[in-house]
Structures are given as C-alpha cells and as structure tokens.
Nanobody
Framework: QVQLAESGGGSVQAGDSLRLSCAAS????????MGWFRQAPGKEREFVAA????????LYGVPVNARFTVSADKAKNTVYLQMNSLKLEDMAVYYC????????????????WGQGTQVTVSV
C-alpha cells in the first residue's frame, strides 16, 4: 500500500501563488509516477499534472499549462505543485495520486489517492 498526504492548500486572492506538497509513504518503490487532479463542487475530477519520479516525463492539463509547475523529489518521496497566477476557476480540492506506471491524465490508471487539500481563490 501507498499512503499519500497532501498539504499546502489555503485561501488566496486571484493572482497569488501557492505550493502544494504530496508526501508518499509505504511501498513507494512500487510507484513510477505521480499525478495531481482537482475537483470543484458539482464538477468531475480534472487532470492537472503528472510527473514520473525521475522527472523525465511530465504532462500538464490544458487549463493550467504555463501557470503551474510540477516537480518531484524522490529522496523525500514528495511531489510538489507550484501554482502561480491563480484564477477563480482554479478553486477546488486538489488530490495527488500514485501509479505503478505512466498514467498521465488517465485517472483510472492511478491506484492510490490522497485525501485532498482545499484551494480557495477569491477576488
């Protein structure tokens, strides 16, 4: 089993920045890549970004490309999501997930999920 714990969410104003963290524990050696997804009230869970632990494979969802940056620190078993120029439409619960292979934006390809961290954006 892999346990995932997100942190770093909070309330910010539009245009501000936040950095989310996702700490992985347990059988982390079984994971190949990590993903970030988000879910706003009444909407489906949406792909944000994915990264392999080596950093060689990275993918971003269209709504966040060029504003968000995903990174991974295998020594700390932690992935990060740097979010800049936040918009109202970025407000959601952000989840990290782990996969035993490269799943990219394919939500069903992730085996373990964290509990999520809330990001609130106001004007």
């Amino acid at each position: 089993q892999v346990q995932l714990a997100e942190s770093g969410g909070g309330s910010v104003q539009a245009g501000d920045s936040l950095r989310l963290s996702c700490a992985a524990s347990g059988r982390t050696d079984s994971t190949y890549s990590m993903g970030w997804f988000r879910q706003a009230p009444g909407k489906e869970r949406e792909f944000v970004a994915a990264i392999s632990w080596s950093g060689e494979q990275i993918l971003y969802g269209v709504p966040v490309n060029a504003r968000f940056t995903v990174s991974a620190d295998k020594a700390k078993n932690t992935v990060y999501l740097q979010m800049n120029s936040l918009k109202l439409e970025d407000m959601a619960v952000y989840y990290c997930a782990s996969s035993i292979n490269w799943s990219g934006s394919y939500r069903l390809g992730y085996q373990h999920w964290g509990q999520g961290t809330q990001v609130t954006v106001s004007v």
